[in-house]
């Protein structure tokens, strides 16, 4: 038998030190980004290209969205890869500058300044990337057996790596002609590299594993996964070259049409693993986590029907543009965030509080370590507040966007809330 | 899945402390769950030897859960002195679990 011995001592998981901060910081930046959209809500009613929508984007996708991700990655990438991770330290030194980036960054494009807040705060954060990529990579090649979990999640940090060096290229661009257009026109192409190659490759890698993880389901289908991967990729390289050299609006389909039928079969994936769980009952944060692959579609489909309205029509369908950022930010990504954090931050606190006391008498269940009417409450803040908030950028009625923001600003707390509550909890045995 | 032993009654006795001891995440015991492969008694030595293996290699609770079945073996037999060894080979998977933890399971 392949045998641990000694295993009471075994310390292959990540350290909680590790990956804690980067929980807290996330839940701070999700609380940060609702109350500047609050305050922000007239300017929904404008061009989405604007310093305080910008501020906001970069809070969410980099505070908020990375963040959240990057922790939870340092925890599960070993068991994804089915190894440990190569470097505690370097995972330290990641979050340290990101933390001190993302503020500066975000600070830079609130005031519109892009002088040397966004140039600092852009190249802190691809030293945290680049600190995250050589942990990661060196972590996998230390992994014997080749794993389509892992290749999801490295291909999807070598795109973050490129979207903040695009990212950062655009920001000098401001102040030397870097590129042959302004920065604004680069904004698409930026964007899609980190929601599609970023977000969703690294969702899809882990939710993959993770899902039917969680469900217990004896489903396992490594090759639908393969063809994924190369869909997604193919996609975003085809959006990467027609943006360059072609701008023709109907070329995108190549690229959007790639990455919907990979989407739809993630949610196959999903369903398959649904159908084949062996334990029937599903907890409210796998529901949550479930409910956004479907989201995942929305966006997508609002996307084709801009290509199609800036194929016919020679204006620009800025309503639907800021809908659409708007439901990838707010509705996809921050719904499986949601979900997740309660399904991973409840067992490492637990077993940061636990792992010596397990066995000596009754200890608390991971779920009984938050509240559950808590979550129940932000859930339905947040699905809520993210529809009304969607009508007012529709309507551009600002009574419609304030109540929206307002409902997503008190899901903000609710569940700051929550995971105070869970990092402040105290052993009762 | 019943555990490879060299004494009935004394697996037995371990097993039913063993029932206490939960996989925190599916919320059943580690017994029913079928991660216990092997107790076996050494009476000249005092030693007690387990196998056992968890529902994912790496898992992050691991070491809680090995933690847990160690103290739940060494209470039950405190003139013992209990190794634990983690096992990765058979992997576990869902036929390891017991018809009782299949039932826990399949309640809505």
Redesign the interface.
């Not at chain 1, 075994?10 to 990540?14: A, E």
């Not at chain 1, 062996?278 to 009952?281: A, G, L, T, Y």
């Given at each position: 038998?392949?045998?641990?011995?000694?295993?009471?001592g075994?310390?292959?998981?990540?350290s909680d030190k590790a990956v804690i901060p980067f929980y807290a910081y996330a839940a701070l930046a999700f609380l940060a980004a609702t109350l500047l959209l609050f305050f922000s809500a007239t300017d929904f009613t404008t061009h989405y290209f604007h310093p305080h929508l910008l501020a906001i984007t970069h809070i969410m996708v980099l505070g908020w969205g990375t963040m959240i991700v990057l922790g939870a990655s340092h925890?599960?990438v070993?068991?994804l890869i089915?190894?440990?991770l190569f470097s505690e330290p370097l995972a330290s030194a990641s979050f340290v500058f990101a933390a001190a980036g993302i503020p500066l960054l975000s600070y830079g494009f609130y005031v519109f300044n892009m002088g040397w807040p966004a140039r600092w705060g852009g190249a802190l954060m691809i030293m945290a990337i680049l600190a995250y990529c050589i942990n990661l990579g060196m972590s996998i090649i230390k992994s014997k057996e080749e794993n389509v979990h892992a290749i999801f999640v490295f291909t999807a940090t070598v795109w973050l790596l490129c979207t903040a060096s695009v990212g950062l290229v655009l920001v000098y661009n401001f102040s030397y002609p870097l590129l042959s257009g302004n920065s604004a026109d680069y904004l698409s192409l930026h964007a899609h590299m980190g929601i599609v190659g970023w977000f969703l490759l690294m969702i899809i890698g882990t939710g993959s594993r993770l899902i039917p993880?969680?469900l217990?389901s004896?489903y396992n289908n490594p090759r639908l996964l393969w063809w994924i991967f190369g869909l997604i990729n193919g996609g975003l390289f085809a959006f990467v070259l027609v943006y360059l050299y072609s701008q023709n609006p109907w070329r995108w389909t190549l690229a959007v049409l790639p990455v919907i039928a990979a989407i739809s079969l993630f949610g196959k994936y999903c369903f398959s693993s649904y159908q084949q769980r062996?334990?029937?009952?599903v907890d409210e944060q796998m529901k949550i986590s479930l409910l956004s692959v479907m989201v995942m579609l929305l966006p997508l489909l609002l996307l084709a029907g801009i290509m199609v309205v800036l194929a016919i029509t020679p204006g620009e369908p800025v309503r639907l543009i800021t809908t659409y950022g708007f439901l990838v930010i707010f509705g996809w990504i921050t719904s499986i965030i949601l979900g997740m954090t309660f399904k991973t931050l409840p067992?490492?606190v637990?077993?940061k509080v636990?792992?010596?006391k397990?066995?000596?008498g009754k200890v608390p269940?991971?779920k009984e370590l938050f509240s559950a009417g808590i979550f129940n409450w932000m859930s339905m803040l947040y699905l809520i507040g993210c529809l009304v908030f969607t009508l007012g950028i529709l309507t551009r009625y600002l009574a419609v966007l304030q109540t929206g923001a307002l409902m997503l600003l008190f899901a903000a707390v609710l569940y700051n809330w929550n995971v105070l509550k869970l990092l402040t909890h105290k052993p009762v045995v | 899945m019943n555990p490879i032993t060299n004494n009935n009654l004394k697996c037995n006795k371990a097993l039913e402390a063993l029932v206490n001891v939960m996989d925190p995440e599916i919320g059943l015991n580690v017994v029913d769950l079928g991660l216990i492969y092997q107790l076996d008694f050494d009476d000249s030595d005092l030693k007690l030897f387990c196998s056992m293996t968890l529902t994912t290699q790496f898992c992050p609770m691991g070491e809680s859960i090995t933690n847990a079945v160690k103290e739940a073996l060494q209470h039950a037999f405190p003139e013992y002195n209990v190794e634990i060894t983690l096992v990765f080979a058979p992997a576990w998977n869902h036929e390891m679990i017991s018809p009782k933890g299949m039932t826990f399971l399949n309640e809505e």
């Open positions: 038998m392949f045998s641990i011995p000694g295993s009471p075994l310390t292959r998981t990540t925890q599960l070993p068991v089915e190894s440990t993880m969680f217990l004896k062996i334990r029937k009952k067992f490492i637990w077993n636990y792992h010596q397990a066995g000596q269940n991971p | -």
